[in-house]
């Protein structure tokens, strides 16, 4: 990340109040795809403003409390767990006991603090207002914001971007104090490192979080009322994560869902299907919901669903063609990366009149100790399709760099069409995962094929080798004698 320069300030009547009452496009939230959708309206010369309830805080998740903190976060623990190989656990255990989570936590604020610098600076660079307030549909061309402080008024836009994100779920059945009940929001809040930790919700971020705390020496427990870590993933490669997050000590209760918690002094039991477990922090971590109450959805009859998500078509507008909506607010997958790419196609598609396809293939990346990283189906999926595939596998003991730094997890799964040797999908589990994702995505865009990637040179030692090896393995498994031929349909 570049280096911040000095905050930028908006003017304070922008932040309490717009400077008009007409603009091209007002978005609502100032997440990923809000900032996004924003920056290229106002490259397209249109008038912009952003309604943002917190606009001391821009961002949301994306900057305060979720993927910039948490990633933060664990890239230090991570680097930590690294050394184990090199320098043996008892360096790394020595390190870790003097980890308080002050260090960790001003460190997360310090990384988010110079991302929110940077997208103030983006916003003021592109005359971007941020309009602090509550924003609700007064017709299907205005908005009545109400302000923290004084009285409200209407903005008038001919295009509207509801991107207001999503957050913890919070059953009425579990007790959140804040303390010893957390969400995703309220966990980094946490005054010390609990000795002990229940995480219930084994999808993305219960997982990025076990490992985390695992990783601090936290004694952590992985449930889930399901018997599978992240449902959408490839099998194997969550099989692989898996044996990883066991080596690092998560222990494991899936298939249990939670009867009752009662708190106990600084403590809380948890009783479940199976196991009643006392533990220092229980954090619930199953699912989300969108933020879509109170925005006058209902005035005008916009489709929402019974978890908030606003119904849209595939170019994210809803029932009302000039308003869209998009990012964690329209549901899966509800990532960072899709969300930006979903703002930025909403304003093409509503001033540039370009009717592109949002893109097919897009990585998933979870930030797992180590790392998970796919694009394309599953072989679950494609097996269910009936599509004839073989899949190329590359284990990271397999290379060099792979046993250079001790990595004793690790996979890259190819999944080949057998005919034509089209690359399907790609699923890795291990170090760097994130980013050798792209490699191959890079190939499936241009329509590559298998022998594309067995005819290219690669670095050695690197860890990117591991699509040479899979493809040879896929591709060995219908060429029998070695002799692999190029499909005459390419």
């Not at 980013?435 to 590559?448: E, P, Y």
Request: hydrophobic share 40%.
């Amino acid at each position: 990340m570049a280096t911040p320069g000095p905050t930028v300030q908006f003017p304070k009547e922008n932040q309490s109040k717009a400077s008009k009452s007409e603009y091209d496009l007002i978005v609502i939230g100032s997440g990923p795809a809000g900032v996004q959708a924003a920056v290229q309206a106002a490259k397209l010369k249109k008038s912009v403003c952003i309604i943002e309830k917190m606009p001391e805080k821009i961002g949301g998740a994306w900057i305060q409390t979720g993927t910039l903190p948490s990633k933060t976060i664990r890239e230090s623990l991570e680097a930590i767990h690294n050394i184990r190989h090199h320098a043996g656990p008892q360096w790394v255990e020595r390190v870790i006991s003097d980890l308080s989570t002050t260090k960790l936590y001003k460190r997360a604020l310090k990384v988010s603090t110079e991302e929110e610098h940077l997208v103030r600076r983006y916003l003021n660079k592109n005359n971007i207002e941020v309009v602090g307030g509550f924003a609700s549909f007064e017709t299907e061309k205005s908005l009545r914001i109400t302000p923290s402080k004084g009285a409200s008024y209407i903005l008038n836009a001919s295009h509207f971007v509801i991107a207001t994100g999503s957050r913890p779920r919070r059953p009425d059945n579990i007790p959140f104090d804040g303390w010893r009940v957390v969400d995703s929001d309220e966990i980094l809040n946490l005054e010390c490192v609990p000795k002990h930790m229940i995480i219930y919700g084994a999808g993305v971020i219960g997982c990025e979080y076990a490992c985390i705390f695992s990783a601090l020496g936290v004694e952590t427990i992985l449930a889930d009322s399901r018997d599978r870590l992240m449902q959408q993933i490839d099998f194997e490669v969550v099989k692989e994560l898996e044996k990883s997050m066991t080596d690092m000590g998560v222990k494991f209760k899936l298939g249990q869902e939670i009867k009752s918690i009662t708190p106990k002094g600084p403590r809380v039991q948890v009783q479940m299907t199976v196991d009643t477990i006392d533990t220092d922090v229980l954090f619930f971590a199953a699912g989300r919901i969108s933020n879509s109450e109170n925005l006058g959805l209902e005035k005008l009859k916009i489709a929402v669903n019974d978890r908030g998500v606003i119904q849209v078509n595939d170019a994210f507008q809803t029932n009302l063609p000039h308003i869209y909506a998009a990012g964690d607010v329209v549901g899966p997958p509800a990532l960072a990366a899709t969300s930006t790419q979903q703002g930025r196609f909403c304003a093409l598609h509503a001033f540039a009149e370009m009717k592109n396809d949002f893109p097919k293939y897009y990585p998933v990346g979870v930030y797992t100790i180590p790392e998970l990283s796919s694009v394309g189906p599953s072989e679950e999926q494609l097996k269910e399709q009936g599509v004839d595939f073989v899949v190329g596998r590359a284990g990271y003991g397999e290379l060099a760099r792979g046993y250079i730094r001790g990595d004793n997890h690790g996979l890259l799964k190819l999944l080949i069409e057998r005919k034509t040797h089209k690359i399907l999908g790609i699923h890795i589990v291990g170090d760097g995962a994130a980013n050798l994702v792209h490699i191959g995505l890079a190939f499936m865009l241009k329509d590559g094929i298998a022998n594309d990637l067995i005819n290219m040179i690669f670095n050695y030692p690197t860890l990117a080798e591991a699509y040479r090896i899979a493809a040879f393995n896929a591709l060995n498994k219908i060429y029998k004698d070695g002799k692999i031929v190029t499909p005459k349909s390419t």
